[in-house]
């Protein structure tokens, strides 16, 4: 029998460089309100997705993918250096390749993001804090 893919409720994306600390308290956060402490034992390992803790040594690139392609939700740590990360901006480019860009959560830690109603998209002249493949992409 096939083993299924693991389900995540919620992918981590972001740059080490500019956000390790924040992205390892938002991971144990969310682990500690999506599970009820009653229930700890059943839920266990998290179920928010987060490289550092839940990799093993192999095919990184094939995993992670497998595991964003698994979470419902991925919530983008936006900030100057994750905009020029190509980890970062792969990972947002197959999101909005396979899921719905409503379940793409921007957290700006850094920087600037600025909306143009009139082109209905991010300003690409104000906005510094996000990758590539996010423009065009709501």
Not at 10 to 29: G, K, M, N, P, V
Not at 114 to 130: G, I, M, Q
């Amino acid at each position: 029998m096939a083993r299924r893919a693991r389900r995540y409720e919620a992918f981590i994306s972001y740059s080490h460089a500019a956000d390790d600390r924040l992205a390892r308290q938002l991971q144990r956060t969310l682990n500690r309100i999506a599970r009820p402490s009653y229930k700890w034992w059943t839920w266990w390992p998290p179920r928010v997705f987060r490289d550092e803790t839940n990799l093993l040594p192999g095919d990184l690139g094939g995993a992670i993918e497998r595991a964003l392609l698994s979470a419902d939700s991925l919530v983008l740590l936006a900030s100057p250096r994750a905009a020029a990360s190509p980890w970062v901006d792969k990972e947002a480019a197959t999101w909005l390749r396979e899921k719905p860009p409503e379940r793409l959560f921007l957290a700006l830690t850094e920087g600037t993001i600025a909306w143009d109603d009139e082109r209905r998209d991010f300003d690409p002249t104000s906005t510094d804090a996000l990758p590539p493949s996010l423009r065009g992409a709501f």
